[in-house]
């Protein structure tokens, strides 16, 4: 399994970033798993930020989609403000299970003021 994410990187204050994570290898198919969108800012716990089983959902400044024919999830952030600085993870679990099976290497995000 893998997943693959990409599109962090170092903004300002007020501006937005999508982030993408490409999956693949999922045993039961990319359908049928919960997407989340997790985070990890230094010193800090890792946290859920928002996950999706069908349709798209916004959280706050954060919109989370997917596009199940192409095997990829989204997050959308608006409006970043340095608290947002972490580490964005993108996860996978069957639809069945509570447990996080899956996860990707993580993809920096650093906002400054």
């Known amino acids: 399994v893998q997943l693959q994410a990409s599109g962090g990187g170092l903004v300002q204050a007020g501006d937005s970033l999508r982030l993408s994570c490409a999956a693949s290898?999922?045993?039961?198919?990319?359908?049928?798993?919960?997407m989340g969108w997790f985070r990890q800012a230094p010193g800090k716990e890792r946290e859920l930020v928002t996950s999706?089983?069908?349709?798209?959902s916004t959280k706050g400044r954060f919109t989370i989609s997917r596009d199940n024919a192409k095997n990829m999830v989204y997050l959308q952030m608006n409006s970043l403000t340095p608290e947002d600085t972490a580490v964005y993870y993108c996860?996978?679990?069957?639809?069945?299970?509570?447990?996080?099976?899956?996860w990707g290497q993580g993809t920096q995000v650093t906002v400054s003021s």
């Open positions: 999706i089983r069908y349709t798209d």
């Open positions: 996860a996978a679990r069957l639809a069945v299970k509570n447990s996080w099976d899956h």
């Open positions: 290898g999922l045993r039961f198919g990319f359908n049928n798993y919960v």
